[in-house]
């Protein structure tokens, strides 16, 4: 929204050209000068083709209606009444008193990291000489009830701007404006504040996004634009609070932390954390910690992902991760999984069992699908127990399979394992394969004879696994960069 702010603005700025001359001429010649004298400045930026119609001009200021910079049927920015006033002095400083612009309609597009204005573009391109710096065209500007439509990969976000826009003597600025947003997997409203200078302003956001939406919670962002060797950059840092995510992979919520960006490229320094509350991917993980750091060539390092799953840990490290590759691949190390705390998010009634797992669950992301390709997993050395109290339905069943589900019903009455391994295959939010092989004796059955059992089972994960739910509690290093952003001292 900033950049797309400067773009009106730029074009505002030629409204004090040449305007001292219309003045001061016949009503009718002063009208068609100034359209043309306006018309020239516009092309002379580049920007084609342009339209507008001035209804208004004299010694006091100039109403200007219907401009049009793009295609005349969907024109890149279009603007439905400006209106300015100035005076003597303030045209010789080449600066109107007051500007007034309603009705203001910006069109864009997102494509490969980069954002297009079409026939603004030219503006950009020739705003890039750091020989002057740029300076606001009046003393006040408001605008009313701005629109920008922007065409992105994940469908047409829209925003709504309103407020006004001060400038001192010294050059400094100060402004205010309401902003909403919608599309595009977001629906938010909130305020943003722009101080500074117009050459390198400084901008605090407040966003509040609705929830049940891709996007949900509150967003906050304060930064800075400046030139480096003639371009255009600026960092920023990005507070998250509760925030939720939504995507065909996963599902997260209480996701809290302070992200510092840098651009262009977009891109982050190093060590950037996150704590997400839950991490549901068919399987509900929660209270996890992301250090992480966006590259310059889009993708993503990932130094650590931890996440907690059945009082034990899921890990991976080291990880690189291409958002704009078909597949990427990662393996997540299961450490110190509770048999008891995974049986009892298990939906089979009866079930339980004590022991600690570990083992490896290799990753494969490919397009909207997460794949589990060989994971495996094992009971730690010094086994464990498996009790299994059927239901009368299931008791039934096993009578009618006496040499099979029969025997396994008998065994896990009171089963004492020393080797207990499980295997993965499939996807996590679709049909899973889930091998179980067992050995071990129970006391109560045959005599305690050991026993070695194969188990093979095919199901969905959603259908095994019950909704969990638990208390989450803001990592004390995430709390801390959350305090220091509210306090200005995150950058």
Known sequence: MPRAVRAVGIVLALVVLGLAIAASVAFSRRVALAEWLL????????????????????ARGIAIADLALGPPDAPDLAIAEITASWSLAGLRERRLDSLRVSGVALRGTQREGQLSFGALDALFARDASP??????????????????????????????????????????????????????????RGALEVSGSLDAPAFHALLEAEPGLPIAGRVEVRGQIAREQGERVFDASVALRDASFTSDLMRMSDVNGVIALRGPPLHTPKKQILSLGVVDVGVPLTDGLVEFTLRRDGTVAVALAMLHFAE???????????????????????????????????????????????????LVRTGSSLVVKGALLHAAQGGGKIRYTPTE??????????????????????????????????????????GLHVRGANPEFQDGRPVELNLNLEARLTDLVRDATAAYRVPDVVEERLRAFSEGKAR
Do not use: C
């Open 131 to 188: 020989d002057a710096a740029p300076s606001l065209p009046a003393s006040e500007i408001a605008i009313d009830a701005a629109r920008a439509r922007i065409s992105t990969p994940r469908g047409v976000a829209t925003g709504t701007l309103g407020g006004s826009l001060q400038s001192a003597a010294d050059g400094t600025i100060d402004g205010e404006f309401k902003l909403a947003l919608d599309g595009a997997g977001l629906r938010a």
């Open 393 to 434: 339905e299931t008791r039934a069943l096993a009578a009618s399979r006496p040499n099979d589900l029969g025997l396994a019903v008998d065994a896990f009455s009171n089963f004492e394992y020393e080797i207990l391994e499980a295997r993965l295959d499939g996807e996590l939010q679709g049909e899973m394969k889930i």
């Open 39 to 58: 018309l020239d400045q516009i092309a002379a930026r580049g920007v084609s083709p342009a339209a507008l119609r001035v209804s208004h001009v004299d």
């Open 312 to 362: 034990g840990e899921l890990r991976a490290q080291d990880v690189v991760l291409d958002l704009e590759a078909k597949q990427t691949a990662a393996t997540l190390q299961a450490r110190g999984l509770d048999l008891s705390a995974l049986l009892a998010q298990v939906d089979i009634p009866g079930i339980e069992g004590s022991g600690i797992l570990d083992g490896d669950v290799p």
